[in-house]
Structure formats: C-alpha cells, structure tokens
C-alpha cells in the first residue's frame, strides 16, 4: 500500500507537468493552441455590433438574476411574486426607477406600490439591464 501512495505522490505532479509542458490548462480548461504573437481575428474593438450587444444583453442578464428576481418574475415578460413584468423598459424608466426610486416625467406606473428600494450601486450596469429587457 505504502508503495502505491508513493507512486501516485509521483505519477500525480508528472502527469500535471506532463499537461503544463504541452500547453493545457488542467482540470475543466479548454486546450489552447500555441500563441503565434498574433492578435486574435475578432477583438473586443472590432467585433461585430451584434456581438457587442450580445455581450451587453449577457451581462445585463447576470444583473438582472443577481438584482431583481427576488420580486420580478425570473422570466421579465411575466409579473413576480411583488413586482411587474418589465420586459421592454427602457433605459430612461430603468435609470429612474433603479437609480432613484422614482419614475421619469409622464410615466404611469403598473402598480401603485412603493416596495422597490433604490439601487444606485447598479449605476453602471443601467445599459446592460436595458439591453437584456429590450
């Protein structure tokens, strides 16, 4: 048995500077090819506008689960347990609601409820929340 524990001690590091030698990452990593120096075909700067949005729409989904499906609806087109349905808000009603706790000039609310607080740490995010409800 001693001899077994001993041999793995060693197979175990082998095997993972086996890994690092050939570029893989470890457990769950994707392999990547060698780098060549070369930026990639499609950056940040230059992806399509599609793209970007995606990304936007994407982070906007995060904030949305981790901020707001306590009282709206997981799905935003549904009404929640204490709050509307708010797919389609726009950016405007968003930055007013959220940021401040009120409702842009001429706006009519859904509910006639005051239960949501004010959120101004999510300032940064008001664009990508936009782009998941839109």
């Known amino acids: 048995m001693h001899r077994l524990l001993q041999s793995a001690r060693v197979a175990i590091p082998g095997a993972l500077l086996g890994l690092s030698l050939l570029g893989l990452q470890g ?73 401040h706790n009120t409702y842009p000039p001429g706006y009519t609310p859904k509910r006639d409820t005051n239960a949501m607080i004010a959120l101004p740490n999510l300032a940064k995010q008001i664009p990508a929340l936009a782009a998941y409800l839109k």
Request: glycine fraction near 6%.
């Open 27 to 99: 457990c769950g990593d994707s392999a990547q090819a060698p780098s060549t120096g070369k930026a990639p075909a499609t950056t940040a700067s230059n992806a399509a506008p599609a793209a970007a949005s995606d990304t936007l729409a994407s982070r906007g989904r995060s904030v949305y689960n981790a901020n707001c499906v306590a009282c709206h609806n997981p799905n935003p087109a549904e009404p929640g347990a204490i709050a509307p349905a708010i797919q389609g808000s726009s950016e405007t009603l968003l930055e007013a609601k959220v940021l």
